[in-house]
């Protein structure tokens, strides 16, 4: 796969509308849950991330058995098959360098979590819970005018 070519995103992702006041209303970057909701243009970016790293993947002859697979505890982007490895996928996608690289945002933290999340996710689907677990980051950056660099960091925790 050429990953030079700038691809644009498709426009698949959807924004929710919500109302102004009254129920469902929302003020100010949180959710009643507690929930941080992202702006239109950074879950539209995210989306697209997803999209392009998919892709990546199945150019490279991994197998996606799931994504963006949600329980309580958090979120799987990609679930992948490589060979006989179980691959936990976690995509970061920026349209800047102003707060570094974007696979510097997955932390001691996040990958302790990503490594969490992927023993539910095998509890979940015990057909494919076969394998040595493994935690890959996806890396893009997208900056204006130019095509989206994709680094893919294998096995980092």
């Known amino acids: 796969m050429d990953l ?7 426009g698949s992702a959807r924004s929710r509308s919500r109302p102004r006041s009254g129920a469902g209303a929302v003020s100010g970057p949180y959710s009643g849950s507690g929930a941080r909701s992202s702006p239109p243009a950074t879950r539209a970016l995210g989306d697209y991330g997803e999209r392009l790293a998919a892709r990546y993947l199945l150019a490279q002859g991994v197998e996606i058995l799931d994504r963006n697979w949600r329980c309580v505890r958090g979120e799987l982007d990609i679930v992948a ?3 006989v490895a179980l691959v936990i996928c976690e995509v970061k996608t920026r349209s800047g360098e102003g707060f570094g690289a ?3 945002a997955v932390t001691w933290r996040k990958q302790r979590r990503l490594r969490q999340l ?3 996710w095998r509890d979940d689907h015990p057909e494919e819970a076969a394998g040595a677990l493994r935690i890959d980051v996806i890396s893009i950056l997208c900056l204006p005018g130019r095509p ?3 680094e893919h960091l294998r096995g980092v925790c």
Request: charged share 25%; aromatic share 6%; net charge negative.
């Open 81 to 83: 098959r490589d060979g």
């Open 102 to 104: 974007p696979y510097e």
């Open 118 to 120: 992927g023993g539910l």
């Open 148 to 150: 989206a660099r994709l």
């Open 4 to 10: 030079t070519t700038p691809v644009a995103p498709d």
